[in-house]
């Protein structure tokens, strides 16, 4: 069973750049492909990226492409998201997502995911 602690939220100014990281433990971190998500307020749950197990396949929602990276190490039990050139509407808890599967595809759907971080809060003020 995999445990997921993520870190680097906080409040940024529009425009502005935050790196999250989500560290795993409990389990071969590089027996599973990772996704975040976001939720905003009164919204539903939504992709943002994800990356498969050898980092070789990433996936990006379109409002997030050029400005959002994901990447991971997994010697080290970590996934990133550099984010870049935030504004308003990302502003929301972001969570990182474990997925157990050793192949290129990756999950949009939260469901698909079975490992949940507890999220970590990004505010973007204008």
């Known amino acids: 069973q995999v445990q997921l602690v993520e870190s680097g939220g906080g409040l940024v100014q529009a425009g502005g750049s935050l790196r999250l990281s989500c560290t795993a433990s409990?389990?071969?971190?590089?027996?599973?492909?990772m996704g975040w998500f976001r939720q905003a307020p009164g919204k539903e749950r939504e992709f943002v990226c994800g990356?498969?197990?050898?980092?070789?396949?990433?996936y990006y929602v379109d409002s997030v492409k050029g400005r959002f990276t994901i990447s991971r190490d997994n010697a080290k039990n970590t996934v990133y998201l550099q984010m870049n050139s935030l504004n308003s509407v990302d502003t929301a808890v972001y969570y990182c997502?474990?997925?157990?599967?050793?192949?290129?595809?990756?999950?949009?759907?939260?469901?698909?995911?079975?490992?949940w971080g507890q999220g970590t809060q990004v505010t973007v003020s204008s």
């Open positions: 990356i498969n197990w050898s980092s070789s396949n990433t």
């Open positions: 409990g389990s071969t971190f590089s027996n599973y492909a």
């Open positions: 997502a474990a997925a157990s599967r050793i192949d290129w595809y990756i999950g949009v759907r939260p469901h698909e995911y079975g490992h």
